[in-house]
């Protein structure tokens, strides 16, 4: 049996799959569902200041609760045909396209990472922790144009302190995120990951202070800078320039329909990050390798050697 997934050092392909990968899979697809539900929570009312844990949940328009058979992550959006059982007002499409992807990077990046690349849980974890944010970070960006700040700088604090309880997020012996600084493992691992957050908010930072002195008026919100700090805490400096010169790619593509109509409109920048981040996790290997290229061939041209 195979399926079509992206795989880290080759563009999209067909795997053949184990089953060991097709039970992993499937398993944390289904735990991604429950996360993704969750995240719909968080995106609908962290921008209104409200609890993510209480009240329970209940229909935006008519205000009654939906009570558990009614609030199965994907299934029962299906069984209702998109609307609400009491009102029958639509219920945005945005809920089971965020259960359904949060439920493929879950057991997509288990069976990357963990599975064929042979990483640590903990590497995983911190990756669909992160992926979750994004998520959430993107769908609010989208709609309020604001990034919270309860998802970026607390992510952004973390992050640290987790490289240094589980230093292997950072590993000294890996050129593709690690630093060996000095010689202890935990702290070579903070300073990585404190170096990922200066370089991936220093870049956008920069951008925003250079275009607001171009354009005389804000480029880019300041929620931009925290999030690419807190992806750069976790995927480090080299992977974190990367994103920085991918995400003009996605906000280029994203741009059209709005150039070709003519319409002026305000474009959130959060989505592109996110979307840069999610294809350099996949393919880190590949682009840190012709990054490292590239930085050594400066090298050489800075040393007269070419």
Not at 33 to 41: E, M, P, R, T
Not at 78 to 101: H, M, Q
Not at 136 to 162: C, K, M, Q, R
Request: aromatic share 14%.
């Amino acid at each position: 049996m195979s399926f079509f997934v992206w795989s880290g050092p080759a563009t999209a392909l067909i795997v053949g799959s184990s089953t060991e990968e097709i039970f992993w899979f499937s398993l944390l697809f289904l735990f991604g569902l429950v996360v993704g539900s969750f995240l719909n929570v968080c995106i609908y009312r962290l921008p209104l200041n409200k609890s993510v844990v209480t009240p329970p949940s209940s229909c935006p328009h008519c205000g009654g609760f939906i009570r558990w058979h009614d609030n199965i992550p994907l299934l029962s959006y299906l069984i209702l045909g998109g609307k609400c059982r009491v009102c029958k007002s639509p219920i945005s499409i945005r809920y089971p396209l965020v259960e359904a992807f949060t439920g493929f990077l879950f057991g997509f990046f288990f069976c990357e990472f963990v599975l064929r690349g042979g990483q640590p849980v903990s590497v995983y974890l911190a990756y669909v922790a992160l992926s979750s944010a994004l998520i959430v970070s993107s769908f609010i960006d989208l709609e309020f144009y604001v990034i919270p700040n309860e998802i970026t700088v607390w992510g952004t604090a973390l992050v640290p302190l987790y490289s240094l309880l589980f230093p292997s997020l950072h590993p000294s012996a890996d050129p593709l995120r690690g630093l060996t600084l000095v010689c202890n493992e935990r702290l070579n691992a903070v300073m990585a990951s404190l170096l990922g957050v200066l370089v991936g908010g220093g870049l956008v930072l920069l951008t925003a202070l250079l275009g607001s002195l171009a354009l005389r008026k804000e480029a880019m919100g300041m929620g931009d800078v925290k999030l690419m700090a807190m992806v750069g805490g976790v995927v480090g400096w080299k992977l974190s320039v990367m994103v920085y010169f991918l995400a003009p790619f996605f906000a280029l593509v994203g741009s059209l329909p709005l150039l070709r109509s003519g319409r002026e409109r305000k474009l959130p920048y959060g989505p592109f990050l996110s979307m840069a981040t999610l294809v350099a996790l996949t393919l880190q290997g590949p682009f840190i390798r012709f990054f490292d290229s590239r930085l050594f061939i400066l090298s050489e041209v800075v040393k007269g050697n070419f």
